[in-house]
């Protein structure tokens, strides 16, 4: 009777044993099934919703950088003027040559357009369309600083501008890269955007491009070669401003953008410039030398004259000066005739 007892209780226990064993299979069970779900409709929205997102936002963005190209095409590669801008009545334009320097630049002409597309994205960019599916998207700021000149310009402080666009120009396309941080909800589920990305046929690069190759001609045979012109892709029309002052208009049909225009200013032939001390110590009686450097700006070749002592072709001045104060003149002259004069005042004790 003891055994037959014993036997039921264990049977008793081993049935209790299975139960609890089955219930915790359940909940754990049951609680990964909810966690697989939960995650499950969080990667539905997401999968949903994101593309609608991106399509609405690069879709603006292109809206955007269409007009950034077009309006900084106008204007020289900016679309804000600065200390080297040629101001008319009608508008501005940035030098792209100014006095035999280059102020093409295309890292400013790619900052001016992502400032111009980060200004205007508010104007086209109205999430509410995406209430009536009750999602939220909220708008982070973004990490990136824009260029403090530009922001100042405006009026802006950083905290007014929360996106950043770096543009990439190419001679056949304009790639934008814009930091959106978007944070999406809907109920509990929720992911973020951070960054867009879009490409613009453009003929922008190719503009700038073309510019440098018309300024270099210049500068080889200091003439406008038509014949040189007419061989260029696109059609070259230059208008004079007064004697030193012209704006070059480049078009290219169709394109984006349809023309480039700019600026360039040469006052001519510019003379040579000196650089020397104005007053050169030496010991009396025993011979000297001293050297005087000059530059030109239309890359001209110089010759040099001294007063009172030689100077060797590279503007070497040698000699042996008495005790006292000589007075020298050092004339520097182009090869098209320019030239300018400094005095030195060489002192020997």
Not at 90 to 115: M, Q, V, W
């Amino acid at each position: 009777m003891k055994k037959r007892g014993q036997v039921t209780i264990f049977v008793v226990l081993g049935i209790v044993l299975l139960a609890l064993a089955a219930g915790i299979f359940y909940f754990v069970n049951q609680g990964a099934k909810d966690g697989l779900d939960v995650a499950g409709e969080k990667t539905d929205f997401s999968r949903q919703i994101r593309p609608q997102i991106v399509q609405f936002v690069e879709g603006c963005i292109e809206e955007k950088a269409v007009e950034a190209i077009d309006v900084a095409s106008r204007h020289g590669g900016i679309v804000m003027y600065d200390e080297h801008t040629l101001v008319t009545d009608t508008t501005f334009l940035r030098y792209a040559f100014k006095d035999g320097i280059s102020l093409l630049d295309e890292s400013l002409a790619s900052r001016h357009i992502g400032f111009y597309i980060d200004l205007a994205l508010p104007t086209c960019l109205d999430f509410s369309v995406f209430e009536e599916q009750d999602v939220t998207i909220t708008l982070r700021p973004s990490t990136s600083v824009h260029d403090v000149n530009l922001l100042y310009g405006y009026g802006l402080a950083p905290e007014d501008l929360p996106t950043f666009t770096n543009v990439i120009i190419s001679p056949t396309t304009v790639r934008v890269e814009t930091e959106y941080n978007l944070y999406v909800e809907q109920g509990d589920t929720s992911f973020t955007i951070d960054r867009f990305t879009f490409e613009v046929p453009s003929t922008l690069g190719s503009a700038i491009r073309d510019a440098k190759t018309i300024q270099q001609q210049y500068d080889e045979s200091n003439v406008i070669d038509l014949t040189f012109l007419t061989g260029l892709e696109p059609q070259v029309t230059i208008h004079p401003v007064d004697e030193s002052t012209q704006i070059y208009s480049l078009f290219y049909g169709n394109a984006i953008p349809s023309y480039f225009a700019y600026a360039v200013e040469s006052s001519g032939n510019a003379a040579p410039v000196l650089d020397v001390s104005p007053v050169i110590n030496v010991k009396a009686g025993t011979p000297f030398s001293f050297q005087v450097a000059a530059t030109d700006a239309d890359n001209d070749a110089i010759s040099f004259e001294a007063s009172r002592f030689a100077i060797s072709d590279k503007g070497i001045v040698s000699g042996t000066a008495r005790a006292g104060r000589s007075p020298v003149t050092i004339t520097a002259t182009d090869s098209q005739g320019a030239s300018v004069e400094k005095e030195v005042m060489v002192i020997a004790k």
